[in-house]
């Protein structure tokens, strides 16, 4: 699975005066802090706007309800984080997707989907918006870079989708969510060099 990171894309207005794009980013930050502060059931349109240091108009000018908020918030998580780089290698490409996702689940949308984890399964709407944003996202990205490493000859085809694919993250998401135990860079590092890329050369042997 993956995890939480705002950008600032702008939203049809729902009436009333314009909205101020300036804002969002401010916004989706104090959403962040607070679902990992409080959670998603204590969490308030009136705390956010505190939270944000706007008014509660600006507040209600992007979204009707705390589940129009926060379903608004998830969907766009992870958009700019998620982008794959070109280093010229399947490894390289790996190694830096494997490092930003250590970035996102230590950072604040990390703490902040934790938060949200036991709420997600009881409210479809939140399970949509995980599913259609962040997961998609991250999925996307990493079909990128089993993409191009087939394009230049690394791979055969069909390792998107495969367990193999799916190695790449496991390891780290198994950690962040059940263990306790730190997710850096180093760990990040050993998954590719014990786990994930002996699987793939086992794979493609003599690519």
Do not use: C
Not at 24 to 33: C, E, P, T, W, Y
Not at 81 to 110: H, I, N, Q
């Amino acid at each position: 699975m993956a995890v939480l990171t705002t950008t600032d894309v702008p939203r049809p207005s729902r009436g009333g005066r314009p909205r101020d794009p300036s804002r969002d980013g401010v916004i989706r930050a104090a959403i962040l802090r607070l679902l990992a502060d409080v959670g998603y059931g204590a969490l308030t349109m009136d705390a956010v706007a505190a939270e944000a240091g706007v008014g509660k108009a600006t507040i209600y000018r992007r979204w009707r309800t705390k589940q129009d908020l926060v379903v608004d918030t998830i969907s766009d998580l992870n958009r700019e984080v998620a982008s794959p780089a070109d280093t010229g290698s399947l490894e390289g490409d790996l190694r830096a997707m494997m490092r930003s996702l250590v970035d996102v689940v230590t950072g604040p949308t990390g703490a902040a989907t934790l938060s949200l984890l036991s709420t997600v399964p009881h409210h479809p709407a939140l399970a949509r918006a995980f599913h259609n944003g962040p997961l998609a996202v991250w999925r996307d990205a990493f079909e990128q870079i089993w993409s191009r490493a087939e394009q230049r000859g690394e791979v055969g085809p069909g390792l998107a989708g495969s367990i193999v694919a799916e190695s790449t993250s496991a390891l780290l998401t198994q950690r962040w969510l059940l263990t306790g135990e730190p997710v850096d860079y180093a760990y990040a590092d050993q998954v590719a060099d014990t786990v994930v890329l002996p699987l793939i050369r086992a794979e493609y042997p003599g690519r």
